[in-house]
């Protein structure tokens, strides 16, 4: 796992974090009980505050994609195939709404946004 963050972002820190590690857990590529780094030692090499770490490890343990374990750290938690799909269709569905009213503002049918979507896979 390599975390990184763009400085000059409109994007908070700890909110590129979470989008990050998000990604990986939803989509598989971290497992369930794959140990996340301390803290203090992603702050320490993004150069950032431990506040902000903390925002992002707290977000993702209220959303139920990490666990803790006192004195062991944090994981990734179990999540079965339909979690992490409800999980995915959720986190398109503000992009796809979004996508759809500017398509519908430039005269796109339905038709013709669903091309452009699948032409650019």
């Known amino acids: 796992m390599r975390l990184s963050l763009l400085p000059n972002s409109s994007i908070p820190a700890y909110k590129q ?5 998000f990604k ?3 989509s ?5 009980g794959y140990a996340l780094p301390p803290i203090r030692t992603v702050a320490k090499e993004l150069g950032i505050s431990v506040i902000t770490v903390r925002s992002a490890w707290d977000a993702l343990l209220s ?3 990490i666990e803790t374990v006192a004195g062991s750290g944090c994981f990734v938690a179990e999540l079965s195939y339909d979690e992490r799909l409800e999980r995915k269709i959720e986190a398109l569905k503000k992009p796809a709404e979004d996508l759809a ?5 430039l005269g796109f049918s339905a038709e013709e946004t669903e091309k452009l979507v699948r032409d650019s896979f």
Request: glycine share 10%; net charge negative.
């Open 24 to 26: 990986e857990i939803v």
């Open 63 to 65: 959303d139920g994609l």
């Open 17 to 21: 974090l979470y989008d990050q590690l």
């Open 101 to 105: 009213a500017l398509a519908k503002s």
């Open 28 to 32: 598989g590529e971290l497992v369930a």
